[in-house]
Nanobody, 115 residues
Framework: QVQLVESGGGLVQPGGSLRLSCAAS????????MGWYRQAPGKQRELVAT???????SYADSVKGRFTVSREYAQNTVYLQMNRLKPDDAAVYYC?????????WGQGTQVTVSS
């Protein structure tokens, strides 16, 4: 089993920044992929960014150039640095890990972008 705990959400003004963190614990194996998804009210959950074990990153077009995903291997933690936030970025952000054919989700952290 794997447990994911997110932190770092909150209220920010348009143009501001937030950094989300996700700590994974339990049976963590190498070659996993960690990432962030988000779900706004009335919308489907969508991919934001992923990072492989080897550090290869992938981003949704809507966040390219503004968001950066990174990971710290020693602590099994993945981060999402979000800059130049827009009202459309407001959502519940979920951490995800995929390994050995299974995936796990965190409980989500709310990001609100409003003046």
């Amino acid at each position: 089993q794997v447990q994911l705990v997110e932190s770092g959400g909150g209220l920010v003004q348009p143009g501001g920044s937030l950094r989300l963190s996700c700590a994974a614990s339990g049976s963590i194996f190498s070659t996993n992929v960690m990432g962030w998804y988000r779900q706004a009210p009335g919308k489907q959950r969508e991919l934001v960014a992923t990072i492989t074990w080897s550090g290869i990153t992938s981003y949704a077009d809507s966040v390219k150039g503004r968001f950066t995903v990174s990971r710290e291997y020693a602590q099994n933690t993945v981060y999402l640095q979000m800059n130049r936030l827009k009202p459309d970025d407001a959502a519940v952000y979920y951490c995800n890990i995929m390994q050995r054919g299974r995936e796990y989700w965190g409980q989500g952290t709310q990001v609100t972008v409003s003046s």
